[in-house]
């Protein structure tokens, strides 16, 4: 009998190695080369669900056309983190805080769910069910942006040394915080986010926070793999500014008092899109307290729907370099944000 060959879950890249191995074949000895990894950092062979979707749409969860985020680790230098951002347009870093530090802001946050209504009475807090009723979007969220752990953990010392380091200066960050609690449903729209905060330096990193443990059905983060490298088939995309209007079309005083406005999405069909630009969708088998995601203004991003009937928790940030022009809208102690004086016309 011959040993099965060494099985890789494409997928997850993790491998399995020699099921059925008979004991009159000699043991191979190459497996011992491999640094064994400890079990509480070992990524199981994971199951996926049997549909994940993506604004309602099946994602085809083939080898090729769905897969998990690559893991970076910051002790593999600031040169391998920025080539990897190059290359990828994200690092995925696994925790980057202790779970207890980000658990604490959790709290801090389910509680203010549940004293605003939005969770069910006498309920675990911790567990953050939906009762039926929609937080809403990032803008307009009525979560506390001041809350101080919060800012802390965002906008905090490891937060700031990590970006001080990876762009070589002095760093800013956006003040605005965006809120992510989603409800069961569809995640959110296909985008880049350069539409939304383009109008300063476009060297700028958006930070993604899981504020709890999130599995795949509840829905986290979702890119499409290599798509910042597509900058030139999505340029009339990337040149867009939600925030803009065209003066030269016909419902351009409608667009103007901020009765139409465009949200930012670049497709409501992942997989026609992923038909066009190539690439997997890919995410997490569960992004855990404490990890982060670091990407881009051009990788193309949504996230999973939510198929549990809980809330799923989380943040995005902003950081780049302090000499370098900031969007305006995103700071202050009360950012203007997608207010209507923030509305510019231009000929388009
Ligand atoms: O968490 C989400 O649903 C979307 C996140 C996002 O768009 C971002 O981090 O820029
Ligand atoms: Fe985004």
């Known amino acids: 009998m011959i040993p099965d060959a060494p099985e890789v879950n494409l997928a997850t890249g993790a491998l399995r190695i020699f099921r059925n191995v008979p004991s009159s074949i000699p043991f191979d000895p190459w497996p011992l080369f491999l640094t064994p990894i400890s079990p509480d950092k070992a990524t199981p062979m994971t199951r996926l669900p049997s549909r994940l979707l993506a604004l309602g749409q099946e994602l085809d969860l083939s080898p090729t056309g769905f897969g998990f985020l690559q893991e970076t680790h910051p002790l593999q230098g600031m040169d391998a983190l920025r080539q990897q951002m190059t290359q990828d347009g994200y690092l995925y870093l696994r925790d980057f805080w202790s779970r207890d530090a980000v658990q604490a802001v959790r709290d801090s946050l389910t509680r203010q769910l549940d004293q605003l209504g939005f969770l069910p009475a006498g309920s675990c807090l911790d567990e953050a069910r939906f009762n039926g009723r929609e937080v ?20 905090g010392p490891r937060m700031h040394e990590f970006f001080s380091d ?183």
Request: net charge neutral; hydrophobic share 35%.
């Open 136 to 155: 809403g979007r990032a803008w307009g969220n009525p979560l506390n942006q001041h809350d101080p752990l919060l800012r802390q953990l965002l906008f």
């Open 166 to 348: 990876f762009l070589g200066g002095e760093v800013s960050h956006f003040d605005f915080i965006w809120f992510r609690t989603k409800g069961p449903g569809l995640g959110s729209p296909i985008h880049c986010d350069l539409v939304y905060m383009g109008r300063g330096t476009h060297n700028l990193y958006t930070t993604w926070v899981p504020l709890g443990d999130v599995s795949l059905e509840l829905g986290g983060l979702l890119v499409l793999e290599g798509s910042h490298h597509q900058s030139d088939r999505l340029k009339a995309y990337l040149s867009r500014d939600v925030d803009e209007y065209c003066t030269n079309l016909p419902d351009a005083d409608a667009d103007a008092a901020e009765k139409k406005w465009w949200d930012g999405t670049l497709t409501r069909s992942p997989r026609s899109l992923q038909k066009s630009l190539g690439g997997r969708w890919l995410t997490s088998p569960e992004f855990r307290l404490g990890d982060v995601v670091i990407f881009n203004m051009q990788l193309v991003h949504g996230s999973l729907d939510n198929q549990t009937d809980r809330f799923r928790l989380s943040t995005d940030t902003r950081f780049q370099l302090a000499a370098e022009s900031i969007d305006k809208r995103w700071v202050g102690e009360n950012p203007p944000g997608h207010s209507l004086a923030q509305r510019r016309g231009r000929v388009c």
